[in-house]
């Protein structure tokens, strides 16, 4: 049976949606990637990844509706089947590696203390950033789609697939949650 919502595009015109209504968002791609995978090479593999996927399933996207809500839709769900992948894993760790490091004669002993502090130094600086980033994913992806990328709640709804009362009850979850986890830092800079 034939899906009366797919086109049937040819080659030409596949091209010619993908340059015109796909690429103009891939900066908004790549950073919508960044804030959900906290690292430059899978934000880059994420978007590469959906780029891909919506070329190949370009004949179910309808020319001339929300091109940006469709790409952050297949991005999301990239992202979640693979965190879901990778969570099911063990962790791997190359012996090898770590053998090699630690035996070589410029190893620091003190390097384990060293790294560690060094890392939450850095960590420090952007305490909204810091809160952002601990949010649960779920909380997380809503604050990101509507008030850093600014989608409606329909649109919301749509990339998330979930009813717009959801959208409604965990945006203002994940408001309050940042709201509980900056408090402090608001005070120390004089807000009540």
Not at 127 to 151: K, M
Not at 158 to 167: C, E, F, M, Q
Request: with cysteine; aromatic share 12%; charged share 30%.
């Amino acid at each position: 049976m034939i899906d009366p919502k797919k086109k049937d595009y040819s080659e030409r015109e596949k091209v010619a949606i993908f340059d015109t209504e796909f690429m103009p968002h891939i900066d908004s791609m790549y950073n919508f990637a960044f804030k959900l995978t906290f690292d430059e090479e899978d934000a880059k593999d994420l978007v590469q990844d959906t780029y891909l996927k919506a070329f190949r399933f370009i004949s179910s996207f309808e020319k001339g509706t929300n091109a940006k809500a469709w790409l952050f839709r297949i991005l999301k769900n990239s992202f979640i089947n693979d965190y879901r992948k990778k969570s099911k894993q063990p962790a791997k760790v190359d012996y090898q590696e770590v053998e090699t490091f630690y035996n070589s004669e410029n190893t620091d002993q003190n390097i384990t203390i060293d790294l560690r502090s060094e890392t939450m130094q850095n960590r420090i600086g952007d305490e909204v950033t810091n809160a952002l980033n601990s949010l649960g994913v779920d909380f997380r992806i809503v604050i990101i789609l509507c008030d850093l990328e600014g989608f409606t709640y329909e649109e919301m709804a749509k990339i998330l697939d979930i009813p717009i009362g959801t959208v409604r009850s965990r945006l203002h979850r994940a408001r309050n949650l940042l709201k509980e986890k900056l408090n402090k830092y608001a005070q120390s800079l004089g807000y009540n």
